[in-house]
């Protein structure tokens, strides 16, 4: 590392929070699938931030708009009305088959959003004793970092000197259909579920599982709400991940590349039971529906569409499997994925994964690790076949390094 690396990290270090544990690398620009580092070091981005880029890093048509969009208006709050609000609605509306939309900025925002909303559901529609609304989570689930949320949160770390937490929370094994059935009660409003576990590890359920979901959630006059901030928007090689299942749920979050990486868009999308009880006052957000993020993502949305870039997920996605697959080394537990959703579980007696993504940041791929054991592989969705060959070749020379 040079001086100029050394000084951005101490000064991170001497002055930030130290809620992160970032790889040490310090970037400055990207352009596709690929980043630069402040000594011009160019790395394959196999993280996309966690999916906020899945149109790749600074996509020139949404640049354009968002340029355009800065020129003429950027915040209004929903004190008025704006010229771009609307066409944001008719777009993602037509786009996801959705009745009502929300517009908010972050992913927790549109999960805290939502438990407003069903419980606001539960009582005025379902009728549920006052005070008295559950939802039913998983255990091992990601759905952000609010206090709201990490209150049913079962990974201790963020927890641990948070609470106390709010009820109305009951918390079932992810995968089994069975255990939803039993938890459901007359006073259950929403099951809250990620079709696809990210931060857990790319965790997939068994075939058929969200099918009955949807059954039991059906009969119960529960609200299925899916988080797919972030398998949605084509990360899984389909538009929503619950269209593996041919499904629809009452609710799905939207956030991350809602916005193509550009600015803080997210919405939660609904039938009208649920958004349908919200009235002026009940709700809101200052930057929500502001008309930039609105332009932002009216052109993140076209460009998934037109160029094509949700089949090219599941092109890529299945290339890369099989490939991850293919590769013989002792380290390797478990290759998973779904579109340019994967995961490589190691052994625990091969060590940390972040060594690995360490060790990867070298050959040019930066990777992120997770729970210990597992590299996330999630990269831009517009990665051609020769970039996966060129990632998957030094992906199997690293999982098969000698580290003793």
């Not at 059906?218 to 389909?238: H, Y």
């Not at 349908?276 to 993020?293: D, E, K, M, V």
């Not at 831009?380 to 580290?403: G, K, M």
Request: aromatic share 6%; charged share 20%; proline share 4%.
């Amino acid at each position: 590392m040079n001086s100029s690396v050394i000084d951005f990290l101490a000064t991170e270090a001497r002055l930030g929070a130290h809620n992160y544990e970032p790889i040490g690398v310090v970037l400055s620009r990207g352009e596709g699938v690929w980043v630069w580092d402040t000594e011009g070091n160019r790395y394959l981005d196999c993280l996309s931030a966690y999916s906020a880029v899945n149109q790749g890093h600074c996509h020139p048509k949404i640049l354009a708009a968002m340029v355009e969009q800065a020129r003429r208006l950027t915040l209004t709050s929903r004190a008025f009305h704006n010229d771009q609000l609307a066409w944001f609605y008719e777009e993602i509306a037509a786009l996801t088959g959705s009745h009502k939309v929300l517009p908010m900025n972050s992913g927790a925002e549109a999960v805290e959003s939502a438990i407003k909303s069903v419980r606001k559901w539960g009582y005025e529609v379902k009728g549920v004793p006052d005070g008295q609304a559950e939802i039913i989570v998983c255990a091992d689930n990601f759905h952000g970092r609010t206090l709201g949320i990490v209150g049913f949160s079962t990974d201790p770390e963020t927890r641990t000197h948070f609470g106390p937490f709010a009820p109305g929370f009951r918390i079932i094994r992810f995968g089994d259909a069975a255990a939803l059935e039993e938890a459901i009660t007359q006073n259950t409003v929403a099951f809250l579920v990620e079709p696809i576990q990210g931060e857990a590890g790319v965790i997939i359920p068994p075939a058929g599982y969200f099918t009955k979901v949807r059954e039991l959630c059906t009969a119960n006059n529960v609200m299925l709400v899916l988080d797919e901030i972030q398998t949605g928007l084509g990360r899984t090689g389909k538009l929503l991940a619950e269209q593996h299942e041919g499904i629809e749920a009452d609710v799905t979050l939207l956030g991350k590349a809602l916005s193509g990486g550009f600015y803080p868009v997210s919405a939660v999308l609904s039938n009208n039971d649920v958004l349908g009880t919200l009235r002026p006052g009940q709700h809101g957000s200052t930057f929500g529906g502001n008309p930039l993020a609105c332009a932002v993502a009216r052109a993140s949305m076209r460009v998934l569409v037109e160029e094509g870039m949700i089949e090219n997920a599941a092109r890529q996605g299945a290339r890369f499997l099989e490939g991850l697959k293919d590769i013989r080394a002792n380290t390797i537990r478990e290759v998973r994925g779904r579109g340019l959703m994967l995961a490589v579980e190691l052994h625990p007696e091969a060590g940390r994964a972040r060594r690995y993504c360490e060790v990867l940041q070298g050959k040019g791929i930066l990777a992120k690790d997770t729970h210990e054991h597992t590299i996330r592989i999630a990269p831009p969705l517009v990665i051609t076949s020769d970039e996966v060959d060129w990632a998957l070749e030094r992906i199997a020379t690293t999982l098969t390094q000698d580290f003793s």
